[in-house]
């Protein structure tokens, strides 16, 4: 039994004219809107091999923020003393 071919689901009818469709048509009408609402990261491929899943990718960042936090903390005033060593 042959298969019948199917046109690829990407490709406009030719039937379609600019006409059919109502009002203006604006390229890029949500681009704004879907950027400022997207949460899509884009990894390098290296990145990608060490962290096969987003569980494995949000484990070591949150990891890495733990560690920075502890890490850090507020340095000591100078009392001035290193200056008057450095005076002479």
């Not at 019948?4 to 406009?12: A, N, W």
């Not at 899509?40 to 920075?68: D, G, R, Y």
């Not at 936090?69 to 100078?78: E, F, G, M, N, V």
């Amino acid at each position: 039994m042959k298969k019948v071919k199917q046109r690829e689901k990407d490709e406009l009818r030719a039937e379609y004219k600019r006409s059919d469709f109502t009002g203006t048509l604006v390229r890029g009408k949500y681009a704004k809107r879907m950027s400022e609402s997207s949460n899509v990261i884009v990894q390098k491929p290296e990145v990608s091999e060490v962290f096969p899943n987003e569980e494995a990718v949000n484990n070591a960042l949150l990891s890495l923020i733990k560690l920075a936090q502890k890490t850090t903390r507020l340095t000591s005033r100078s009392t001035g003393r290193a200056k008057k060593l450095h005076a002479g």
